[in-house]
C-alpha cells in the first residue's frame, strides 16, 4: 500500500509523557535549557578493539565526545570507521576496550530502557498488527492494558499511523514501516533514540517526508538523538552537529555545527553549503578507504 495516511493534527492528548508536558515552547528556551544541561552522555578516551582471527583489529581510537541533552548529533563517515560499534556502546551493547561511557554522569554497563537502537533491518512483527507491534515493547515493560492503549494511541498519532492501526507490516510502504518502528522505539519512551542508519534503504522522497517528521518528533519529544548516515545532506539537514569519523581506526576528526533554524529543508542552499563542508572532509577519509580496498583486493 503507497498511499499517504490523512494528515492527523496531534491535538488530541489523552496521554502525554512526562518530558513533553515538562518541555519548554520556545525556541530560546529549549536553547538555554539544553546549554544547561550536563551532558547526556559522554565518551572519554573510548577505545574498541575487536579479535579477529587472533589479531587485534582497532575499531575506535581515542573517542572523546559529549552530547547534551535534547541535542540531534549525527555521525558521518567511512564504511567500516566504527559508527555502529560506537552506538553499540552507548546502547550498551558492547564494552569499551578502555575508556568510558557516560550516561547522565553514570557509567553504562550494559543495555538500559532509557536507550533504544533502531536501525535499517527494523525488526517488527510480520504476525502482528501495526498496534500490536506498537504495544509489543510495552508489554515487555509490564505496563498496564489501560496505559498500553493509551500509549499505543498516542505515538500512532506522534507518527501519522492511526488509521493504519489495524494493518499488517506487509499492507505498508517501506516509509511507513519506518515508522512503526519509530513509533514503537518512541513508545517506550527512552530518553536517548539511537539510529543507524534507518532511512538508507529509503527512496529520496520518502526519505524527505521522514526528516520532517522526526525532526517534528524529535522537536514534540524532547529526546536526544545521536544519528548514523552516510549521507552528509541528511546529517546537515537534521544534526544540531554533523561529527566526522576517520577512516579505521575511527577518530573524531572534526565536528561541525549546523547553525540553522528549524524547521529546515534538505534543498536550502544553507544546508547544501553546510554539507558540501561536511563531504570535503569525509571525502579524505573515503579515499583513504577506497585505497586500502583497492589495495588488499590486488
Ligand atoms: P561502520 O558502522 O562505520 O561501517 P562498524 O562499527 O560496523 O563500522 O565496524 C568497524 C570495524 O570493526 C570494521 O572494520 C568491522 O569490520 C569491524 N567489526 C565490526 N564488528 C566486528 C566484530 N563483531 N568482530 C570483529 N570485527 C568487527
Request: net charge negative; charged share 25%.
Amino acid at each position: 500500500m503507497t498511499t499517504s495516511p490523512q494528515r492527523i493534527p496531534i491535538t488530541d492528548h489523552r496521554y502525554l509523557p512526562s518530558r513533553y508536558t515538562a518541555w519548554p515552547s520556545s525556541d530560546a528556551a529549549i536553547k538555554r535549557l539544553v546549554e544547561e544541561q550536563t551532558p547526556k552522555v559522554a565518551l572519554n578516551d573510548v577505545t574498541l578493539e575487536y579479535e579477529t582471527n587472533g589479531s587485534p583489529l582497532l575499531a575506535l581510537d581515542h573517542i572523546n565526545l559529549q552530547v547534551k541533552g535534547g541535542e540531534f548529533l549525527c555521525i558521518v563517515g567511512p564504511s567500516g570507521c566504527g559508527k555502529s560499534t560506537l552506538l553499540h556502546l552507548i546502547a550498551g551493547l558492547q564494552q569499551p576496550t578502555s575508556g568510558t561511557v557516560l550516561i547522565d554522569d553514570e557509567p553504562v554497563h550494559g543495555p538500559g530502557t532509557d536507550r533504544i537502537l533502531i536501525f535499517q533491518e527494523l525488526g517488527l512483527f510480520p504476525w502482528l498488527t501495526v498496534a500490536d507491534n506498537v504495544e509489543f515493547g510495552l508489554k515487555m515493560k509490564g505496563i498496564s492494558k489501560h496505559d498500553r492503549r493509551l500509549k499505543v494511541g498516542y505515538y500512532l498519532r506522534l507518527v501519522q499511523l492511526s488509521q493504519f492501526a489495524d494493518s499488517y507490516i506487509h499492507q505498508l510502504s517501506g516509509g511507513m514501516r519506518q515508522r512503526v518502528a519509530l513509533a514503537r522505539a518512541l513508545a517506550t519512551e527512552p530518553d536517548i533514540l539511537l539510529m543507524d542508519e534507518p532511512f538508507a534503504a529509503l527512496d529520496a522522497q520518502t526519505r524527505d517526508l521522514l526528516h520532517d517528521e522526526l525532526e517534528r518528533i524529535w522537536t514534540e519529544t524532547g529526546c536526544t538523538i545521536i544519528f548514523v548516515t552516510h549521507n552528509v545532506r541528511e546529517a546537515a539537514r537534521l544534526g544540531d552537529r554533523v561529527a566526522v569519523l576517520t577512516f579505521r581506526p575511527g577518530r573524531i576528526k572534526r565536528v561541525f555545527t549546523v547553525d540553522q533554524p528549524r524547521p529546515r529543508q534538505i534543498e536550502h542552499p544553507a544546508i547544501a553549503r553546510c554539507a558540501k563542508e561536511v563531504l570535503d572532509d569525509l571525502r579524505e577519509e573515503i579515499n583513504k578507504s577506497l585505497e586500502q580496498e583497492y589495495r588488499v583486493s590486488l
